[in-house]
């Protein structure tokens, strides 16, 4: 979610929704940038400023067909198909596990290129507030180790659904031959923290690293968003050398998901581009390669809890995030 806790701040009273903005999906994926100019001309007196910086979202390789309709959506009844509800062992270490590993295929167009996967929260941050609350330094400033996550208004919590998208990206990105790290896999306590989550990235000299949410804003707001790094000097933290690669990264992701989800980019964030610049999470602040964070919905909607509840929608959340990382590691 990116709505409280250590990587988010509330989104309404620094990016008011910004009335009912109507726009096709082909219009969306084709003329992104004259949404953008549109959303420009409107104005975002109460945005931060690297949102002006978003652009459009580049539909790349290795799906290249015209983007689905919005219109044409069909939302996946609710359901817990597939769904893994592995629990962290309470006997684990007490938070300081190493990162969860797989290793990749022999062979593939992704041999050799490691790709660090990093589920948003932790199902056990809930039963453990004190140690996720620890201020850590995030290079601009400091902020909490972490949070619990968000969750539909059913209880379909935030950390269950990123490790199963996360889990589901793995299996993907073997299958293309990349080494695929977890920053955790259901498997520790609680956390990592967020300055760790950048950490297990820099540390694993990571291609790519994507961390997998899923928001909790209001009902009726809706869509998936990728959150770029803006350009932070300070500190501990140095994005200046990831910023464009990562919105490489990032858009190649947007243009993908949109395509295997069906979804729409967000109509609350990123004036209909589906991108995000911010400057004040520490997972990205600290990571000195390239990263996105992608938050695939908004659990508090009740049409996108259809999806996001939705094993099989989760399949084709996971696929989009996979060939957009396929794409940008292909070059
Ligand atoms: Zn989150």
Request: hydrophobic fraction near 35%; proline fraction near 8%.
């Amino acid at each position: 979610m990116s709505y409280v806790g250590p990587d988010f701040e509330p989104p309404q009273p620094r990016r008011p929704r910004r009335g009912p903005m109507t726009v096709t999906l082909a219009a969306l994926v084709t003329g992104a940038l004259a949404g953008w100019l549109v959303w420009q001309a409107v104005g975002d007196p109460g945005g931060p400023a690297g949102t002006a910086a978003s652009s459009s979202i580049s539909p790349t390789s290795p799906s290249s067909g015209p983007a689905a309709s919005a219109a044409s959506r069909t939302p996946s009844a609710s359901g817990t198909g597939g769904e893994n509800r592995r629990s962290p062992s309470p006997s684990g270490p007490a938070g300081r596990s190493g990162p969860s590993s797989a290793g990749g295929a022999a062979s593939g167009p992704l041999k050799g290129k490691v790709v660090v996967v990093d589920p948003g929260h932790n199902p056990g941050n809930f039963q453990h507030a004190a140690a996720i609350k620890r201020k850590v330094n995030i290079g601009t400033n400091s902020k909490e180790c972490d949070t619990t996550g968000t969750s539909t208004n059913a209880g379909y919590t935030e950390a269950r659904f990123t490790l199963d998208v996360a889990r589901r990206l793995r299996t993907l990105l073997q299958q293309e031959g990349a080494t695929v790290k977890f920053t955790q896999d259901g498997d520790r306590p609680w956390g990592p923290c967020v300055d760790e989550r950048a950490r297990i990235g820099n540390d694993a000299h990571a291609d790519a690293v994507v961390s997998i949410h899923a928001d909790g804003s209001a009902a009726g707001n809706r869509g998936f968003h990728v959150i770029l790094p803006a350009s932070v000097h300070s500190g501990a933290a140095d994005t200046r050398p990831i910023t464009a690669r990562s919105r490489d990264l990032g858009e190649r992701i947007a243009g993908n998901f949109v395509r295997a989800t069906g979804s729409a980019p967000s109509n609350y964030i990123g004036g209909g581009t589906g991108l995000d610049v911010r400057s004040d999470l520490g997972g990205l602040n600290l990571s000195t390669v390239p990263k996105v964070f992608i938050e695939c919905g908004n659990m508090r909607d009740s049409k996108d809890a259809a999806l996001l509840t939705s094993g099989a929608w989760r399949e084709k959340a996971a696929r989009g995030i996979s060939e957009g990382i396929v794409g940008f590691l292909r070059g």
